[in-house]
């Protein structure tokens, strides 16, 4: 995978993965594509192209090693997202915001993780932080995890607890917020 700063046409620095079709621009400040975005603003400084995850002495079968393992988180993160939905969806559960939950889902993969939808997303978003061996991705990620943690599922939890009473409390007492 080739890594490292390009500039576009903007003057916007971005970097690059070269070798698939993931690629997305900042221009002006605005993000072009959907989901994940593995660009960011950088200085065009040639001296920060990349912040490995594994330096370039390290032999080859580390870092293919690595970049399978990230391979699979990511593909893992996905599966689990998908994993999750099809659950709540199967049980006539909706899994978007807006939408009144029927039932408290506490089997499948919300039998290791109040959150596994959340957990799939952080697999996927680290997993192809390290296929491309980079630490952009854990690292901008970081804002997503706080948002997560400090608005998003205090928010649902809350309602959760209203909603279901000592179902929710017991649930909790028993399953991990994350997996850990």
């Known amino acids: 995978l080739a890594q490292g ?6 003057g916007v620095a971005y970097l690059s993965i070269a070798s698939c079709h993931w690629r997305r621009f900042l221009r002006r400040g ?29 032999q080859r079968l580390i870092v293919v090693t690595a970049r399978v393992a990230g391979a699979s988180a990511a593909g893992f993160g996905i599966w689990h997202s998908l994993a999750a939905r099809d659950h709540c969806l199967a049980r006539f559960t909706p899994v978007s915001h807006g939408h009144e ?7 499948g993969p919300f ?8 957990v799939g997303m952080v697999s996927t978003i ?46 909790c007492r028993k399953t991990p917020r994350w997996v850990f």
């Open 5 to 10: 700063l390009v500039s576009s046409s903007s």
């Open 30 to 58: 605005r993000v072009l594509g959907f989901g994940m975005d593995l660009t960011c603003w950088a200085p065009k400084d040639k001296s920060v192209r990349r912040i490995p995850v594994l330096p370039d002495t390290v």
């Open 101 to 107: 939950v029927q039932k408290l889902m506490t089997d």
């Open 111 to 118: 039998a290791s993780s109040r959150n596994p939808m959340y």
């Open 126 to 171: 680290w997993g192809l932080g390290l296929l491309d061996n980079t630490w952009w991705a854990p690292i901008l990620s970081l804002p997503f995890l706080a948002y997560l943690e400090f608005i998003v599922i205090p928010v649902e939890e809350a309602h959760l607890s209203r909603r279901f009473g000592f179902s929710w409390e017991e649930y």
